[in-house]
């Protein structure tokens, strides 16, 4: 039985009050070390939102119609995974051969989006949540949205501030972890409007 939640608002909650990376710090990897270029981690943002659509719904669908009725709930992780590592894969291959500029720039961090655990997170939330399947489509789409928008908000902050001279110990990751606390400290203010899944 699915939760009484509108699908609208777990939509606009996953993009604010729950955001994969900046509520429950989900694909943190990735996200810090693709972040120093705008072009770049838009690309990353929007293969991993096609990634969080596609996988998690195919997911669902095989939690539902498969591992519940035959009672493979053991095997869950193992399933999830090997659907997640398959799409992503297929993903590659796609965006090797039509967009190879940035399939170059996203390097190893293209193959990584099957270990990134905003995906395999999102897919444990809706299995847990018991989210019917119009949920889970909204649920994911807006996951992929909000992780999207904060990298291209980290993004773009790291490019406006690598002209500005910064402490040494300042450099790099360390003003990358400072603005996403901040970030997150202002997705806080968002808690009271939606109410947290």
Request: hydrophobic letters at 55%; aromatic letters at 12%.
């Amino acid at each position: 039985m699915a939760p009484n939640i509108s699908p609208l608002v777990i939509f606009i909650a996953s993009i604010f009050t729950s955001n994969m990376v900046l509520a429950n710090f989900l694909g943190m990897c990735s996200y810090l070390a693709i972040s120093s270029e705008y072009k770049t981690a838009s690309g990353l943002g929007k293969a991993v939102t096609l990634v969080l659509i596609i996988t998690n719904v195919a997911n669902w669908a095989i939690y539902h119609y498969v591992i519940e009725p035959l009672g493979l709930e053991y095997l869950q992780y193992i399933i999830f995974i090997m659907v997640i590592a398959a799409i992503v894969q297929i993903l590659e291959l796609f965006m090797d051969r039509y967009m190879p500029d940035l399939h170059a720039n996203l390097g190893v961090f293209l193959p990584l989006i099957t270990v990134n655990c905003a995906i395999l997170g999102a897919t444990l939330f809706q299995v847990i949540r018991n989210y019917s399947f119009l949920q889970t489509l909204l649920f994911n789409l807006g996951s992929g949205i909000g992780w999207w928008m904060a990298i291209i908000m980290l993004a773009a902050i790291r490019e406006k501030m690598g002209k500005a001279k910064l402490p040494p110990g300042l450099a790099g990751p360390g003003i990358a972890f400072l603005i996403t606390g901040i970030m997150a400290l202002a997705f806080v203010g968002f808690s009271g409007i939606f109410p947290v899944q």
